[in-house]
């Protein structure tokens, strides 16, 4: 399979009145064709931040590349002028956001926002745009093409927004779709279709699909591989299967306990107590090592290497140590996780 | 839409009725008469006048006199101008308030938005805080010291500009800017804050996230959506001008309504007050009128219909 994307050691700060904030630091993954990476994380992790800097959608300042590079087909787009991100925003890569109800122009047809790109980009007259749009939403399946793109944004439902904002990011064909948080905004019904949809298109045109969720139930859904950020780090990448049935790192146990299960006979929501570290001044270890139950007078003062337990699975914990204690998952996160 | 307009101008003659009503008795209520003066006019010839103009019958006989004539958009004739009738001041100084007033419309909407476009680009950069700091003096410097200003500056130290008075369109500069400046300030503010909303907001991403240029992004995808505000904005912005232009008027002596209308008032020209009146709240009402209809053009979400629940 043919990799379409890597990041290497990339580190994004934001300049801000209280100081420098250190919103990623260090993180490393790569995408291939037809795949889906799914980054999860709670909110401030980085995980926004980091996907948004591969389409260097970051204002820049206040945001400013530290350090590491994003090849995109072997090639650094880090340094690339604004001239050149506009030939690949749209064609090599699509985006789609998290609130349908505001990510498309409320004052413009559905059918203009989707031919635009396409029209900059492949020098389409207005017809053949026109064409292509109506296959697009066909794709995207809404119904009644014709009507709907001439319809604004408001005549839409919120699912059919989605698959709008999903049409305008494939239009130009691209190799790589950046979703974050794609479903949050909709409700469970409309979250699957959307999920089959994204589905459909990645096995039809071999797509590369980085996911951005909280929720773990979309990605045991939808990923192949996941990479777990926290504090600006990812601290755990692995298959979908690793992830959830082998995991190795405490905070990745934390996010499949917090899971709500239907089975569990006390009902209580499980939570991992604590909040994630201020990254004006990340911690010098490990940074979750402040809300881990297991944490050891190392893991406060050194960043732990990343430890391979599979060639897929990778874990930056001091627990897999060889000299640490043994320390076994809890029972309570495999219940009810099948898939 | 035929059906809205036609429900929105019932509206108008209903609320036309009450201005008329309100103003007849207001008028009435205040001291004095048109005949009142310094020297002391025989009773006599005070009986004769009031017999002639009518105004010795009881009020209710004038209010429904008044109302059927205006009905037929008819003023009467003036008080104190003889041998004028309201509409023939009406049409004879109108002329030149509605130039002034759309030249001064005109700068306000075209600078002031251009101004707050320009400011939420350069956000908190040296451009903003310039264009902020014109809007701030803008706003806080009355339309009479700004004429005054102007009228030292261009016309009195530098000879640029004719001092007053209104014969060519070189006449009209001064005037215009000076009646213009205030909701021009105001309109730069409306505009940044609006622009700096929509350039922060999800559709704009989406939009550079297809990979269109900066350029176009904040051309197609924000001004359209950041001047909203601005458009509804547009119905103050008329009585703004209208207001104002009682005072700029004056100053420039330009043989205006709004100078008409003063001139009235310290006459106590019924007549003249009332036509007037009557005049720039129809100017008025028809201008909001204007301004909802382009509002529901330009926001697809706004629909213009006569039903209510739409």
């Given at each position: ?92 890569m699509g985006m789609i956001f998290q609130d349908p109800m505001t990510s498309l122009n409320p004052t413009m047809k559905v059918g203009r926002q989707i031919t635009e790109g396409l029209i900059k980009h492949q020098n389409m007259s207005k017809e053949e745009a026109k064409e292509r749009g109506l296959e697009l939403l066909r794709l995207v399946g809404i119904p009644n093409p014709e009507r709907r793109i001439n319809q604004y944004p408001h005549e839409y439902s919120g699912g059919m927004r989605q698959r709008a904002v999903i049409a305008i990011a494939l239009s130009c064909d691209p190799k790589i779709l950046i979703a974050d948080e794609p479903t949050t905004a909709l409700d469970v019904t409309i ?149 | ?310």
């Amino acid at each position: 399979m043919k990799k379409l994307l890597e990041v290497n050691n990339l580190s994004i700060s934001f300049h801000t009145y209280g100081g420098e904030v250190q919103a990623v630091r260090d993180v490393n993954f790569d995408l291939h064709e037809g795949e889906t990476l799914a980054i999860v994380g709670e909110s401030g992790s980085g995980k926004s931040v980091t996907v948004q800097s591969i389409m260097r959608l970051l204002s820049m300042p206040p945001g400013e590349f530290k350090s590491g590079s994003i090849l995109m087909n072997g090639e650094d787009i880090v340094h690339k002028t604004e001239k050149e991100m506009e030939n690949i925003r749209g064609q090599e890569m699509g985006m789609i956001f998290q609130d349908p109800m505001t990510s498309l122009n409320p004052t413009m047809k559905v059918g203009r926002q989707i031919t635009e790109g396409l029209i900059k980009h492949q020098n389409m007259s207005k017809e053949e745009a026109k064409e292509r749009g109506l296959e697009l939403l066909r794709l995207v399946g809404i119904p009644n093409p014709e009507r709907r793109i001439n319809q604004y944004p408001h005549e839409y439902s919120g699912g059919m927004r989605q698959r709008a904002v999903i049409a305008i990011a494939l239009s130009c064909d691209p190799k790589i779709l950046i979703a974050d948080e794609p479903t949050t905004a909709l409700d469970v019904t409309i979250q699957a279709q959307i999920l089959e949809l994204l589905r459909d298109i990645q096995s039809k045109r071999k797509t590369g699909i980085v996911l951005i969720t909280h929720d773990l139930g979309v990605v045991a859904n939808a990923a192949d591989r996941v990479a777990v950020m926290y504090g600006g780090k990812i601290v755990e990448t692995g298959t979908v299967d690793e992830i959830f049935y082998q995991p190795k790192h405490p905070y990745t146990w934390g996010l499949l306990g917090s899971m709500p299960k239907v089975d569990d006979a006390k009902g209580d929501l499980q939570s991992i107590p604590g909040s994630p570290p201020d990254l004006k001044d990340p911690p010098k270890g490990c940074p979750f090592a402040a809300r881990c139950p297991h944490a050891m007078k190392v893991c406060d003062q050194h960043m732990p290497d990343y430890i391979e337990s599979s060639s897929t699975q990778k874990t930056a914990c001091w627990l897999l140590d060889e000299r640490a204690p043994k320390v076994a998952p809890p029972e309570n996160i495999f219940a009810g996780g099948d898939k | 839409m035929l059906k809205y307009i036609l429900k929105r101008l019932v509206y108008i003659v209903v609320s036309l009725f009450f201005i008329v009503t309100i103003t007849f008795f207001l008028m009435q209520a205040a001291p004095g008469g048109p005949f009142t003066s310094e020297r002391k006019v025989p009773p006599k010839i005070e009986e004769q006048l009031n017999e002639a103009y009518g105004l010795n019958e009881p009020l209710y006989i004038q209010y429904k006199d008044y109302l059927v004539n205006v009905a037929k958009w008819d003023f009467g004739p003036s008080f104190k101008q003889k041998g004028q009738s309201v509409n023939s001041i009406i049409n004879r100084s109108f002329p030149y308030s509605l130039i002034l007033g759309l030249e001064a419309i005109f700068l306000a909407l075209s600078i002031g938005v251009f101004l707050g476009v320009f400011a939420a680009l350069y956000h908190n950069k040296f451009g903003d805080y310039a264009a902020m700091i014109f809007a701030v003096l803008g706003i806080s410097v009355p339309s009479f010291i700004l004429a005054t200003i102007l009228q030292y500056i261009f016309a009195f130290k530098l000879q640029m500009l004719p001092v007053a008075r209104f014969d060519s369109f070189a006449h009209s500069i001064l005037p215009a800017i000076a009646l213009a400046t205030t909701p021009l300030a105001f309109i730069a503010r409306l505009m940044r804050s609006s622009m700096l909303d929509v350039l922060n907001s999800d559709y704009i991403k989406t939009a550079k996230a297809k990979g269109l240029s900066g350029r176009v992004t904040i051309y197609r995808h924000g001004i359209r959506n950041a001047i909203l505000p601005v458009i509804s904005y547009i119905g103050p912005l008329v009585i703004a001008i209208l207001t104002g232009s009682f005072i700029i008027e004056r100053i420039f002596a330009i043989p205006g309504l709004g100078n008409e209308f003063v001139e009235s008032i310290t006459n106590r020209d019924y007549t003249v007050i009332m036509g007037t009146t009557v005049f720039f709240s129809v100017l008025l009402l028809v201008s909001i009128l204007i301004v909802d209809i382009i509002y529901g053009l330009i926001d697809p979400r706004i629909k213009i219909t006569g039903k209510k629940e739409d």
